[in-house]
Nanobody, 124 residues
């Protein structure tokens, strides 16, 4: 079992930045690829970023255009999401997730454990 707790969300103006954190407890953190997803009201869950267990490879959807960066510190059992140049359309609940797989990171069914999420609100 892996427990995930997100933090770092909040209210920010358009153009601002936030760094989300996801602290993991339980089994060996480095055995899991980690992903970030978001869900806005009335919309489907959307893939934001993923990183392999070692941290050596990252994945992003083409739509992000370099605004977001995922990283991890396996010594601290934590994964981060740095979000820059935020836009109102980035407003959503952001959740981290852990996967035992080494592929298909963009699909939410690939993940075994999920955090409760943290709200990010971007004002215009």
């Amino acid at each position: 079992q892996v427990q995930l707790v997100e933090s770092g969300g909040g209210l920010v103006q358009a153009g601002g930045s936030l760094r989300l954190s996801c602290a993991a407890s339980g089994r060996t953190f480095s055995n899991y690829a980690m992903g970030w997803f978001r869900q806005a009201p009335g919309k489907e869950r959307e893939f934001v970023a993923a990183i392999t267990g070692s941290g050596g490879t990252t994945y992003y959807p083409d739509s992000e255009k370099g605004r977001f960066a995922i990283s991890r510190d396996n010594a601290k059992n934590t994964v981060y999401l740095q979000m820059n140049n935020l836009k109102p359309e980035d407003t959503a609940v952001y959740s981290c997730a852990a996967s035992r797989l080494n592929y298909a990171f963009q699909y939410s069914p690939s993940y075994d454990y999920w955090g409760q999420g943290t709200q990010v609100t971007v004002s215009s």
